[in-house]
């Protein structure tokens, strides 16, 4: 994102740590606790007059996107209101706010203890998924079939925990389960209209935990135009207040029809701007940046193609002995092919860890079937080699 918005914007980094790889794209920085909006509203308002005016704020951080958004209307500049970027980022709040509101949605209950979880389970009927109420990435989300694995499954979720997120009270949460594949839905919203820009087909593995394991967007989804799902879309929007900004929202494809899994107040991860950029041309961080300082978005697609990801998982516990990327066997359609581990790091598989990847292959092709054809030589590309951890035994 910073890159993309260098391109276009003079950038000023707020953030709690001094800036690193950030820093070539950038005209200064301010030391500052990003999770607190007033000292976040100062430093932006201390920014020097010589840098220019200070056009908006945006949050490329999950973590931050609360504060920002204070900070943002504080400065009286674009932004939905804070509210609804804290409906988002509470899973709790958001179901109850679109139960309000009349959206479909999963029954979701919150719950402080694992008998708590245990009859919401039974009231509601297997299978559930149990889940952490503020995290994200399918961190800690897993499926439970009956009541011998809830207690098990509750314990799991409860001890998630992730740098800076509060984990208190009613903190995890028992959800009917939703049948169908799983899409989001990357959005601007200016004035309260959403116009959905890239829809990425999830893919997921490790059941019956909800690891993400790839994305594919085709710019000619016919998704992207189907009105039911154009309608789930506003409505939820409409009903939590959001306004200004992108968002990126996941549903499940029931055979009831489409139903919310969660919305967040920002661009989706695991690169899902990027290949909606490969696929459509438009960039969603040059759009991220109009909208936050109220310039009107470009929205006119260049190109029409399909990008993928796939992400790779080891088969089980290892340590990570090396990577290696071959890239002799790379083919015209495999766009990059990463590395992500190191000799030596330690890999767990849920419930002991989440998102434990070792390397990713990016293709572009001109259909869907094309793309995963080439999405399946990702092992063969990016070699692991590893020395499984005994505790696996």
Request: net charge negative.
């Amino acid at each position: 994102m910073v890159a993309g918005l260098h391109r276009r914007y003079r950038l000023w980094l707020l953030d709690s740590i001094a800036p690193t790889w950030q820093s070539p794209y950038l005209v200064g920085s301010t030391l500052v606790d990003t999770r607190d909006p007033v000292a976040l509203a100062e430093a932006a308002a201390g920014i020097p007059g010589q840098h220019g005016r200070l056009a908006g704020m945006l949050s490329y951080d999950e973590w931050s996107v609360e504060a920002t958004a204070q900070a943002a209307e504080r400065l009286k500049l674009v932004t939905s209101a804070p509210s609804a970027i804290t409906a988002c980022r509470d899973k709790a709040t958001t179901r109850a706010v679109l139960r309000a509101a009349g959206v479909p949605q999963p029954e979701s209950v919150p719950v402080s203890t694992v008998d708590d979880a245990q009859a919401a389970a039974e009231r509601l009927g297997y299978p559930v998924v149990v889940k952490a109420r503020r995290l994200a990435g399918s961190i800690g989300v897993v499926r439970v079939d009956n009541s011998e694995a809830l207690r098990q499954a509750y314990r799991n979720v409860d001890a998630v925990r992730f740098p800076g997120v509060v984990r208190d009270g009613s903190d995890v949460l028992v959800e009917q389960y939703l049948d169908g594949p799983e899409v989001s839905v990357d959005s601007v919203v200016v004035d309260g209209v959403v116009s959905p820009l890239v829809l990425a087909r999830k893919q997921i593995g490790m059941d019956p935990y909800f690891e993400e394991t790839g994305h594919v967007v085709d710019a000619a989804d016919p998704l992207l135009n189907d009105e039911t799902l154009r309608d789930h879309l506003s409505r939820v929007h409409a009903g939590l207040g959001i306004t200004h900004g992108m968002t990126h929202t996941e549903f499940r494809l029931t055979p009831q029809g489409p139903r919310l899994v969660e919305v967040n107040a920002r661009l989706g991860g695991d690169f899902i701007p990027y290949l909606g950029q490969l696929a459509t041309g438009i960039d969603l961080t040059a759009v991220a940046g109009a909208v936050a300082t109220g310039a009107a978005p470009d929205l006119t697609p260049t190109t029409r193609r399909v990008a993928a990801i796939r992400f790779l998982y080891p088969p089980h516990d290892c340590q990570v002995l090396d990577v290696t990327v071959h890239d002799a066997r790379m083919t015209p359609s495999m766009h990059a092919a990463v590395a992500t581990a190191t000799a030596g790091q330690e890999m767990a598989l849920p419930p002991r860890g989440y998102m434990s990847r070792y390397g990713h292959l990016i293709a572009v092709a001109d259909t869907v079937e094309q793309a995963r054809a080439v999405l399946d030589l990702a092992p063969h590309v990016i070699e692991l080699h590893h020395k499984r951890l005994e505790r696996e035994k």
